[in-house]
């Protein structure tokens, strides 16, 4: 899974070199886009 608006000059790759692939950015992107599909599972509503 790789996406090319992942920012490139982040401070979490900073210290990484560019040819490693920051997993906690994939990853938090990736929860970012997909937010609503998660959230679609769990209903916070009280149910009377």
Request: net charge negative; hydrophobic share 40%; charged share 25%.
């Amino acid at each position: 899974m790789i996406d090319n608006k992942l920012n490139p000059v982040s401070t979490m790759n900073s210290s990484i070199e560019h040819d490693e692939i920051d997993y906690f950015e994939l990853i938090y992107e990736c929860i970012g886009k997909r937010r609503n599909m998660f959230l679609n599972f769990i209903d916070l509503k009280a149910h009377s």
